[in-house]
């Protein structure tokens, strides 16, 4: 005998339901083994569904419980748009970001979504879009080389960094760093990003840099000394020689800077500005090797545009307080907040400088800023050398 589907067999049950409920003992028997022949159904199973109320339908067919979804696709699609928008940033940070990323979208005319679709994105909790986005999420997880080579000519005139020599609540007090763009292999010449980031406020600006000689380094330093809202109080840097050299020694003694270095091995000692590293300076250029100042002058047109887009539309956490209980260290982190909010909040900053900081703001497009870094990255790629 042939198998029936599950229709068939529902349409055979639903004709004898009726009839089997009626039935005597014995008429119930006879519809049972009727059935059980016809369907190749159990005896136990039969006699279940001829007795239910109403007729048997499959799971799928079966109306789902609890409330109906708040967000519904048009939400979804329009979060993963700013999602991408916004670096494939945390759920914390995109939630914090996404107030002022719509209004710089329906100021420029970029905005394509309804208004009920803005204020439930408006409104949505960090969690909930991680769950929404949690299909979308690729790992994007690279490592890279450490080109770091100790300078020891000057390290006993230079601090290692201590929690007393630096005022953190205040700008200006910034973490340095050099990422190599040298590919697979160290050997020859090749270009450096010099990384630069207040702890404050997390706002970040880097220059990419022929090699990792001192004076193109020191020339990048003064160069992004020149951008900063506000100016330098204190510098960090790992001891690497392109960094621990009386040039940046002699600036720093002439301009009363403080210049401290990390512990040798001790990544933590500048975590600030490794996380940027990775965040603005690998997720971006990557990993391919570059040479010559062409590659230079490219890289410096593409963090032009990086430096607006990162310091007044990406979020930044700060690490709150850090405790130990046994082995395990709990952390806790602040509220997200972009380092052009942070800086409109601080005493220390000018009213000139705030308001010249909301014109910038006001004037930028994100959406155009991303195309142009689409372009911009394109004809950067193009320069990459084969490892």
Same mark, same amino acid.
């Given at each position: 005998?042939?198998? %029936? +589907?599950?229709?068939?067999?529902?349409?055979?049950?639903? &004709?004898? #339901? *009726? /009839?089997?409920?009626? !039935?005597? $003992? =014995?008429?119930?028997?006879?519809? %049972? +083994?009727?059935?059980?022949?016809?369907?190749?159904?159990? &005896?136990? #199973? *039969? /006699?279940?569904?001829? !007795?239910? $109320? =109403?007729?048997?339908?499959?799971?799928?067919?079966?109306?789902?419980?609890?409330?109906?979804?708040?967000?519904?696709?048009?939400?979804?699609?329009?979060?993963?748009?700013?999602?991408?928008?916004?670096?494939?940033?945390?759920?914390?940070?995109?939630?914090?970001?996404?107030?002022?990323?719509?209004?710089?979208?329906?100021?420029?005319?970029?905005?394509?979504?309804?208004?009920?679709?803005?204020?439930?994105?408006?409104?949505?909790?960090?969690?909930?879009?991680?769950?929404?986005?949690?299909?979308?999420?690729?790992?994007?997880?690279?490592?890279?080389?450490?080109?770091?080579?100790?300078?020891?000519?000057?390290?006993?005139?230079?601090?290692?960094?201590?929690?007393?020599?630096?005022?953190?609540?205040?700008?200006?007090?910034?973490?340095?760093?050099?990422?190599?763009?040298?590919?697979?292999?160290?050997?020859?010449?090749?270009?450096?990003?010099?990384?630069?980031?207040?702890?404050?406020?997390?706002?970040?600006?880097?220059?990419?840099?022929?090699?990792?000689?001192?004076?193109?380094?020191?020339?990048?330093?003064?160069?992004?000394?020149?951008?900063?809202?506000?100016?330098?109080?204190?510098?960090?840097?790992?001891?690497?020689?392109?960094?621990?050299?009386?040039?940046?020694?002699?600036?720093?003694?002439?301009?009363?800077?403080?210049?401290?270095?990390?512990?040798?091995?001790?990544?933590?000692?500048?975590?600030?500005?490794?996380?940027?590293?990775?965040?603005?300076?690998?997720?971006?250029?990557?990993?391919?090797?570059?040479?010559?100042?062409?590659?230079?002058?490219?890289?410096?047109?593409?963090?032009?545009?990086?430096?607006?887009?990162?310091?007044?539309?990406?979020?930044?956490?700060?690490?709150?307080?850090?405790?130990?209980?046994?082995?395990?260290?709990?952390?806790?982190?602040?509220?997200?907040?972009?380092?052009?909010?942070?800086?409109?909040?601080?005493?220390?900053?000018?009213?000139?400088?705030?308001?010249?900081?909301?014109?910038?703001?006001?004037?930028?497009?994100?959406?155009?800023?991303?195309?142009?870094?689409?372009?911009?990255?394109?004809?950067?790629?193009?320069?990459?050398?084969?490892?």
């Amino acid at each position: 005998m042939a198998k %029936l +589907d599950m229709k068939t067999r529902q349409k055979i049950i639903e &004709r004898q #339901r *009726a /009839k089997y409920r009626k !039935a005597s $003992k =014995k008429g119930k028997g006879e519809i %049972l +083994d009727s059935i059980c022949m016809t369907t190749g159904l159990s &005896r136990d #199973r *039969a /006699k279940k569904l001829l !007795a239910e $109320k =109403k007729p048997a339908h499959p799971p799928s067919m079966k109306n789902k419980s609890g409330r109906k979804p708040k967000y519904g696709i048009i939400v979804r699609q329009a979060l993963e748009e700013i999602w991408k928008l916004m670096d494939y940033a945390s759920g914390k940070r995109l939630c914090a970001g996404i107030g002022d990323m719509l209004d710089a979208l329906i100021r420029s005319g970029e905005c394509t979504f309804g208004k009920e679709t803005q204020r439930l994105l408006r409104e949505m909790s960090p969690a909930t879009a991680d769950r929404s986005l949690e299909r979308a999420r690729k790992d994007m997880l690279i490592k890279g080389k450490s080109t770091t080579k100790p300078g020891t000519l000057l390290k006993k005139a230079i601090d290692n960094r201590r929690g007393t020599d630096w005022n953190e609540n205040k700008p200006g007090f910034m973490e340095i760093d050099l990422v190599a763009h040298c590919g697979s292999t160290t050997a020859g010449d090749y270009v450096n990003t010099l990384d630069v980031t207040d702890i404050h406020t997390g706002w970040t600006e880097t220059r990419a840099v022929l090699n990792k000689a001192r004076v193109h380094v020191f020339a990048a330093l003064l160069k992004i000394g020149q951008q900063l809202p506000f100016p330098y109080r204190g510098i960090d840097s790992d001891n690497g020689s392109e960094f621990i050299n009386f040039h940046l020694k002699s600036y720093c003694d002439k301009e009363d800077i403080i210049f401290t270095r990390a512990r040798p091995y001790k990544k933590n000692d500048s975590c600030y500005v490794e996380q940027k590293n990775w965040h603005v300076v690998r997720r971006n250029i990557g990993y391919s090797r570059y040479e010559g100042r062409k590659a230079v002058d490219a890289m410096n047109e593409y963090y032009a545009l990086l430096r607006l887009y990162t310091n007044f539309f990406m979020p930044h956490m700060k690490l709150a307080s850090k405790t130990k209980d046994g082995d395990t260290v709990r952390k806790r982190y602040g509220e997200p907040i972009t380092p052009y909010r942070r800086l409109l909040a601080d005493g220390s900053i000018a009213k000139e400088t705030k308001a010249e900081l909301t014109k910038t703001f006001l004037s930028l497009n994100p959406v155009a800023l991303k195309r142009d870094m689409v372009k911009l990255h394109k004809k950067l790629s193009k320069m990459a050398i084969p490892s």
